[in-house]
Nanobody, 117 residues
């Protein structure tokens, strides 16, 4: 199983970024996909997930600004981030939770997002 996140970068506050995660090696349509982030000196934080039925769920910090989506045909999951703030600066990870699992067991390497003020 491989998860490859991309799309991070250095942007100014208020800008937008779209993160992508390419998934291979598992039955994507039967997998819940999530996005997490980890800022320096902080614990990993849940951002959003999208279920096998295409239902999204967001953390309070992401609600209203971020949108998670998936393309089953391409085995891709996305995180559209709008209105970025300096506190969104972190390494962002995508993760996979196959339907038989109760936790995320596959993780990508992460992509750095830096938001300047």
């Amino acid at each position: 199983v491989q998860l490859q996140a991309s799309g991070g970068g250095l942007v100014q506050a208020g800008a937008s970024l779209r993160l992508s995660c390419a998934v291979s090696g598992l039955t994507f349509r039967r997998t819940r996909m999530g996005w997490f982030r980890q800022a320096p000196g902080k614990e990993r934080e849940f951002i959003a997930h999208i279920t096998q039925d295409n239902n999204p769920y967001y953390s309070e910090s992401a609600k209203g600004r971020f949108t998670i989506s998936r393309d089953v045909a391409k085995n891709m999951v996305y995180l559209q981030m709008n209105g970025l703030k300096p506190e969104d600066t972190a390494v962002y990870f995508c993760a996979a939770r196959p339907f038989v699992e109760y936790r995320y067991i596959y993780w990508g390497r992460g992509t750095q997002v830096t938001v300047s003020s």
